[in-house]
């Protein structure tokens, strides 16, 4: 058993007394090749219980300043997640975004950069559309349906993954690529609210 399956079920045990996770659309989640996994970031609790919830390993891009709390600085690594600067082109962390999609895996992000402080959906920033137009990947929209109340409902919604062929075909930029996944997201949050 991998360190990441047992932090997973550790999680799993961890979080199952305090909300009651319902998860939809499972099934849609491609079961191999590179996927980029798009979801909205309404709490800091939202990559456990993403990555949780996802039938494969995630990837999560995280910000940098977590790698510097002493415990998680050597905890997140073992579960695939590494550092990205924010407010900035972060050249080191698009190079291994790139690697984990070409390999094959799941990249994890939330295309809003941070929280969103009341709970709505924000604006999508370039980089989830930068990784969606130089990648094969497939792109899975998620939405995460809170608020995360002590014992309340937490859904976890995966979409169809959104067919990326045409869309880089015509050259569109990554703030455009980002507007369709964000879209999608806006679509699942509506949709299972």
Do not use: W
Not at 49 to 71: L, W, Y
């Amino acid at each position: 058993m991998s360190f990441y399956t047992f932090a997973k079920g550790l999680v799993k045990i961890g979080l199952a007394p305090l909300y009651r996770i319902e998860v939809i659309g499972s099934e849609k989640f491609p079961q191999e090749g590179g996927v980029l996994l798009c979801a909205n970031h309404i709490d800091n609790m939202d990559p456990l219980v993403a990555g949780i919830m996802t039938p494969r390993d995630v990837h999560f891009m995280a910000k940098e300043e977590i790698f510097r709390v002493p415990v998680l600085k050597n905890i997140l690594p073992k579960v695939n997640a590494f550092p990205v600067k924010r407010g900035m082109s972060d050249r080191e962390a698009l190079r291994k975004g790139l690697a984990v999609l070409k390999e094959g895996n799941v990249l994890g992000l939330f295309p809003e950069g941070t929280r969103s402080k009341t709970g709505e959906l924000g604006e999508g920033l370039a980089g989830a559309g930068f990784f969606a137009l130089r990648t094969s990947a497939r792109i899975v929209p998620c939405g995460i349906i809170g608020p995360y109340k002590m014992f309340g409902k937490i859904k976890v919604v995966f979409g169809e993954p959104i067919d990326f062929t045409e869309i880089r075909s015509q050259k569109k930029s990554a703030e455009e690529a980002t507007a369709i996944i964000m879209k999608e997201i806006r679509k699942l949050i509506e949709l299972h609210r």
